[in-house]
């Protein structure tokens, strides 16, 4: 048992799992500040300019009080759509700070070339055969 909680604690401790809490809590966050986005400023006006329609009360009556609510899905794929677009940008930019952070990384590690002494004196009898 106590060689369980010790594998437990060197994994609940290792970065990677506190990295993946915290980017589902930020994760979530940004869910609700997204649905509040669709719901309280996108949708109101794409109604406004499709001619005062409200999503939220787009339904499809089926029988007695059941309804299908399109409106609410379309504000989720919305919402949807533009976390994926945030997303996507956000994992190119950071995609392309981790390759020139590599390529920056290469340059230091690349030993500088010394010339051979051979190249030396044959640059040397190339430049007095150019005079």
């Not at 059941?66 to 609410?72: H, I, N």
């Not at 997303?87 to 930019?93: D, H, I, N």
Request: hydrophobic letters at 50%.
């Amino acid at each position: 048992m106590n060689e369980f909680v010790d594998e437990f604690k060197k994994f609940a401790l290792r970065g990677n799992a506190i990295d993946l809490a915290v980017g589902v809590v930020i994760g979530a966050a940004f869910t609700g500040i997204t649905n509040s986005l669709v719901t309280n400023i996108i949708t109101p006006l794409m109604g406004l300019l499709m001619g005062d329609i409200d999503f939220t009360h787009l339904v499809i009556p089926l029988r007695g009080n059941v309804v299908l609510q399109y409106g609410v899905f379309v504000q989720s794929v919305i919402a949807f759509l533009i976390t994926a677009v945030v997303l996507f940008v956000f994992v190119k930019g950071m995609n392309r700070v981790a390759h020139l952070a590599h390529l920056e990384r290469n340059k230091k590690n690349t030993p500088t070339a010394t010339k051979s002494p051979e190249l030396v004196v044959l640059e040397e009898i190339r430049d007095s055969i150019k005079k």
